[in-house]
């Protein structure tokens, strides 16, 4: 049965797999992970065997199967989970016919048998999980021996101090101050003057709110450290606004559904900050862990990259293979 919370998660992802991004982070650029996440990953399959079977657990759009599939052309077997209806632009069922995508799949309840999977993998997804149910069922179809590596969200990450900042660009746009309410109060107004009307003084004080409106907005922008959300708000007003003719109906209804749009972005962004791990949550997933399966050695890092902290990365190995996950 899926609750309510979940049945809004799925909506919302599944919206957002739908533009075909290959990953989560709506603040780096549309390519697979690079830097300290890539390089993380590049070592971890490098050691992967010939004829592996891989799981990969949250896979949004593929960004880790992919990477399989790059790295060992084809040589693994790749089954990709996620709760979310799926939409990988880069998949073809003809070429890559490794891998399988199952959507509609919770990682506390994986569909698979006991000891399928040679390697469990999760980027930016595990953490998003009930970990201990998740992690019970991850060491359950694992082979004995197993490989398992997650890359997960920091606390104190770039990423999730941006999205920090974000979500207060979030709460003022659509705020009694904010941008978005006085677009939709000013769009009547200007469309009465473009059709000939002399202003009213609740159109010159509808003005004077959309014009404090913009300058707070630079203000803010002036002095974030993460402004995008903001300017892509200013830009996609402005072409809504500048479009409009004599008929506000059409700008207000635009607006509202920016608003809907923006609410999934928070949404996502507001999971991504409350799901990020602090150093003593990934400890106790360590905890758990050696409880679960005792003697597997595991390991732990901050990926680092020139901006800063970027990630978590966890890896629990046999301790014969722990020389090779690094």
């Known amino acids: 049965m899926v609750s309510e919370n979940q049945a809004?998660?799925?909506?919302?992802?599944?919206?957002?797999?739908?533009?075909?991004?290959?990953h989560s982070c709506t603040n780096t650029p549309d390519r697979n992970y690079e830097g300290a996440i890539g390089d993380f990953w590049g070592g971890f399959f490098a050691a992967t065997?010939?004829?592996?079977?891989?799981?990969?657990l949250a896979t949004g759009n593929g960004a880790l199967p992919l990477r399989v599939h790059r790295t060992l052309e084809g040589r693994?077997?790749?089954?990709?989970?996620?709760?979310?209806?799926l939409s990988p632009a880069w998949y073809e069922p003809a070429r890559h016919t490794e891998i399988r995508f199952h959507a509609g799949i919770?990682?506390?309840?994986?569909?698979?048998?006991?000891?399928?999977?040679?390697?469990?993998?999760?980027q930016f997804g595990f953490e998003y999980a009930d970990r201990p149910r998740a992690l019970s069922e991850a060491l359950r179809v694992a082979v004995p021996g197993a490989r398992l590596a997650f890359v997960m969200h920091h606390a104190e990450s770039v990423l999730v101090d941006v999205g920090r900042e974000e979500l207060g660009h979030h709460a003022w746009l659509i705020s009694e101050e904010g941008l978005l309410?006085?677009?939709?109060?000013?769009?009547?107004?200007?469309?009465?003057?473009?059709?000939?009307?002399t202003p009213s003084s609740a159109a010159l004080a509808a003005r004077?709110?959309?014009?404090?409106?913009?300058?707070?907005?630079?203000?803010?922008?002036?002095?974030?450290?993460?402004p995008d959300l903001l300017l892509e708000a200013r830009q996609h007003v402005h072409q809504i606004i500048a479009a409009?003719?004599?008929?506000?109906?059409?700008?207000?209804?635009?607006?509202?559904?920016?608003?809907?749009?923006?609410?999934?972005?928070?949404?996502?962004?507001?999971?991504?900050?409350?799901?990020?791990?602090?150093?003593?949550?990934?400890?106790?997933?360590?905890?758990?862990?050696?409880?679960?399966?005792?003697?597997?050695?595991?390991?732990?890092?901050?990926?680092r990259q020139a901006e800063g902290v970027v990630a978590w990365s966890w890896v629990a190995c046999a301790a014969s293979d722990a020389d090779q996950t690094g």
């Open 181 to 197: 309410p006085a677009a939709q109060a000013i769009a009547p107004c200007l469309a009465a003057i473009r059709a000939g009307s």
């Open 49 to 56: 065997r010939s004829g592996a079977r891989v799981l990969d």
């Open 208 to 226: 004077e709110r959309y014009n404090r409106a913009m300058d707070e907005l630079a203000r803010r922008a002036s002095v974030s450290k993460a």
């Open 244 to 303: 409009m003719g004599q008929d506000a109906s059409l700008a207000i209804a635009a607006i509202g559904r920016y608003i809907q749009d923006l609410e999934g972005s928070r949404l996502r962004t507001s999971e991504m900050v409350s799901h990020a791990l602090t150093v003593s949550e990934l400890g106790s997933l360590t905890e758990a862990c050696e409880r679960l399966r005792p003697g597997m050695r595991i390991a732990t890092a901050e990926l």
């Open 8 to 22: 809004v998660r799925r909506q919302v992802w599944g919206a957002y797999w739908a533009s075909g991004r290959l």
């Open 76 to 85: 693994a077997r790749v089954d990709a989970i996620d709760l979310a209806a």
């Open 106 to 122: 919770g990682m506390e309840e994986l569909p698979f048998e006991d000891a399928m999977f040679d390697e469990v993998v999760s």
